[in-house]
């Protein structure tokens, strides 16, 4: 009898130990995690002793970012890196965002046991992107030779679907590469062009003056015409239309199509500057957007220019700045009828038991135009492409609207510019390509893009 008693106290003994030894665990392990937020916390690493980052995927399931071994890998190099991002030489992008999440552990107990006994690290939460891998490769190979960016965006939801910027970098060798690719200067390849470069929109933003004058005209604008002989006379001033086109007597429905320079520039005489200015700021111009993405705020100040950049600002030139990311959403919020939802590409987030911990839904972000101009720019966006400026889109089984911009950097150089959407019976997709330092080439690869896309 003593013996049985003194057995069970051995038994409780030990289950006592492991109690405290358990315990003490998970006292270290939640205590810590907390500081996974802190990418510059020097306790930060105690964490990243015990816990695996989760994996990336798209949003099909295809691994995109993964540990093994303590070491991080992206399975596609360069695709990614200005969406992730990097972990192994501070955090950038994702990695950053969602570090807390990517370093949080699944507690139960058999995962307890596991570290405890057998130092397998725990498994973080992973992340579901809500960008297709395929369209994703689609737009990086689209850009292999050039400088430039990529956006798009379903606009019913604000899901993206592709977003690359390029020059790129491989996030598996930054820590190697970071001296040569910070110090490079000349291309930038760390430097996300789609949410933070700053360009002018050229003819794009014919967009812009075109709304203006539906909301300060509502039943004459169509009556309003400009015989084009190729270029304007303003004062000293003399703008001419893309390669000096004459383009005769146009309303602004021909000439949106056609781009005409002239017809927008003699719109000072119908819009005032305040008036564009205000039309500018309501699609978000001078504002901070107000999305979980970080994106350079666009710069628009007509009233405050000289008249020489007042003129140019009704045709996207002159101070005027935005990033491709920026006009995606505004081609998002015409395609889906003047409704603006907020732009998000974190779709889902799951513990390594594969329980969802969180679910993101699209949500409305404005009413940035009324209906009414919306569908009249759809239809304007249309025409560009069955007689205008995007007339090589025109072959595609699709219906698609787009503004072309040629922006004018120098005498020299110039940014070439599609701003669109396309859908058919079965999808929709808002898009920007831009394309640094050339005249053309941005309607030759939407047009890849939509052919391929529409084929996933």
């Not at 490079?184 to 967009?207: E, M, V």
């Not at 075109?210 to 015409?225: G, R």
């Not at 008036?275 to 504002?287: R, Y």
Request: aromatic share 10%; net charge negative.
């Amino acid at each position: 009898m003593m013996q049985e008693n003194t057995n069970i106290k051995v038994v409780r003994a030990i289950l006592l130990l492991v109690f405290i030894i358990l315990s003490c665990r998970i006292y270290y392990i939640v205590g810590y995690s907390n500081l996974a937020v802190h990418q510059y916390n020097p306790r930060l690493s105690q964490l990243e002793d015990s816990v695996s980052r989760g994996n990336f995927y798209d949003e099909n399931g295809i691994v995109l970012a993964y540990t093994n071994n303590d070491e991080r890998y992206y399975s596609y190099d360069e695709r990614y890196a200005h969406v992730i991002g990097y972990s192994d030489y501070g955090k950038y992008g994702l990695e950053q965002i969602l570090n807390q999440n990517l370093l949080s552990p699944t507690y139960n107990l058999i995962e307890i046991l596991k570290y405890t006994f057998t130092k397998n690290n725990f498994s973080g939460q992973n992340i579901t992107l809500t960008i297709n891998n395929d369209l994703q490769s689609i737009a990086e190979e689209s850009l292999q030779n050039e400088t430039g960016a990529i956006v798009m965006i379903e606009p019913q939801t604000g899901k993206i679907k592709a977003m690359y910027s390029s020059p790129s970098f491989n996030p598996n060798t930054i820590a190697s590469e970071w001296n040569t690719l910070s110090q490079d200067t000349a291309n930038a390849p760390l430097f996300n062009r789609a949410t933070q470069g700053l360009y002018p929109p050229g003819s794009t933003f014919k967009i812009v003056s075109t709304l203006s004058l539906l909301e300060n005209y509502p039943d004459f604008w169509q009556d309003i015409h400009y015989t084009c002989n190729g270029y304007i006379e303003v004062g000293e001033y003399k703008i001419r239309c893309f390669n000096g086109n004459v383009h005769g007597n146009i309303n602004v429905e021909e000439a949106f199509a056609v781009s005409c320079n002239s017809f927008y520039v003699n719109l000072k005489n119908y819009i005032s500057t305040s008036q564009l200015e205000n039309t500018a700021e309501n699609l978000l111009f001078n504002s901070e957007l107000l999305t979980n993405i970080d994106i350079k705020k666009s710069q628009v100040d007509v009233v405050n220019a000289d008249e020489f950049n007042q003129l140019l600002a009704y045709i996207g030139q002159g101070k005027t700045l935005v990033t491709p990311f920026q006009m995606a959403m505004i081609s998002c919020a015409i395609a889906n009828d003047g409704v603006l939802m907020n732009p998000y590409y974190v779709d889902e987030i799951t513990n390594a038991s594969a329980k969802q911990v969180e679910k993101f839904l699209p949500s409305y972000y404005d009413n940035i135009l009324t209906e009414e101009h919306a569908i009249i720019l759809q239809n304007m966006m249309k025409k560009t492409v069955e007689t205008g400026t995007g007339i090589h889109l025109n072959d595609l089984d699709l219906s698609i609207g787009i503004k072309t911009g040629t922006a004018q950097i120098n005498d020299e150089n110039s940014h070439s510019w599609v701003v669109g959407f396309a859908n058919n019976d079965e999808k929709e997709i808002a898009f920007v390509v831009i394309i640094e330092n050339k005249d053309t080439g941005s309607v030759n690869i939407t047009k890849n893009l939509l052919t391929q896309y529409f084929n996933l």
